[in-house]
């Protein structure tokens, strides 16, 4: 497509990531907030922007609620059995004074204005796309982990033609997936992946997690055959991450949608598969 369509479509995408980040710090503003208050709910949580029981406890308390029996039913029921019902009870009993609910108010404003800031991005990234590489966009929905808002970060960033990367190494060596071996007189000093493109490299991350929580996939497959080799975590989705974009350089070199025996065959870094 043509250059300015595609500098907008990179500032869109630029500009939704700016807004992650910003979401992220006011989310864990938030939670300090109520770390002040004795409210500890967090600490029995794995991830406090993806948990509908933080956001239901959180929206009662700004709303003024102050039955502990009424916020301990928010909270899921894998989650109370997992900690005990005690802990998680003794987790949301606080003081929460009228200025702590004021200033939760706010924050939550704040979050609501960034969410929808966001999902202009993705709507005017998605009209982009749809009006001049969506064919390309629907062949990288077949990618297994590959969601909507991947897809279309990975376009931003990589476009559709892959004249550019004469191969699918250069494009690996580009994104920063390729692991350097720093070796010396026989030690190995590093073998952590070269500089290059974040962006990308965390959109493929993001992918790669999802790709190796798909049951029955090869992906998944894979992931557990390397954490069964004590691979640590991160090093298997870095491993698979560079593994999809060689298959996605593929897909979009030879226009073809992904087939589990095709380009998960040993696809070859250099030329693909």
Not at 131 to 145: D, K, P, R, V
Not at 180 to 193: L, Y
Request: aromatic share 6%; with cysteine.
């Amino acid at each position: 497509f043509p250059n300015e369509i595609s500098i907008d479509l990179l500032r869109y995408e630029r500009r939704y990531f700016y807004l992650l980040r910003k979401h992220i710090r006011v989310a864990t503003q938030m939670d300090t907030v109520l770390q002040s208050c004795n409210i500890r709910i967090s600490n029995y949580l794995s991830h406090i922007n993806r948990s509908k029981s933080y956001e239901n406890v959180l929206t009662l308390i700004i709303a003024g609620e102050t039955s502990i029996e009424k916020l301990l039913g928010c909270i899921h029921g894998r989650t109370r059995n997992k900690h005990g019902t005690e802990t998680m009870r003794a987790a949301i009993t606080g003081v929460i004074k009228d200025s702590d609910r004021r200033v939760l108010r706010q924050m939550q404003q704040e979050k609501e204005l960034i969410e929808s800031q966001q999902q202009e991005c993705i709507s005017c990234m998605q009209e982009i796309v749809n009006s001049y590489c969506f064919e390309a966009y629907e062949l990288l929905l077949t990618l297994h982990g590959v969601k909507q808002l991947n897809a279309l970060c990975i376009i931003a960033e990589i476009g559709t033609h892959m004249e550019c990367f004469e191969t699918s190494s250069k494009l690996v060596g580009w994104a920063g997936l390729k692991p350097r071996n720093d070796e010396s007189a026989g030690k190995i000093k590093s073998r952590k992946t070269t500089k290059g493109n974040k962006y990308l490299r965390i959109t493929l991350t993001q992918a790669a997690w999802s790709a190796a929580r798909t049951k029955g996939s090869r992906f998944n497959s894979k992931y557990t055959a390397l954490r069964a080799r004590h691979v640590k975590e991160q090093k298997a989705l870095i491993a698979i991450a560079r593994k999809m974009l060689v298959i996605i350089w593929n897909m979009l070199t030879y226009k073809t949608a992904f087939d589990p025996d095709r380009h998960l065959l040993k696809p070859r870094l250099g030329h693909g598969s």
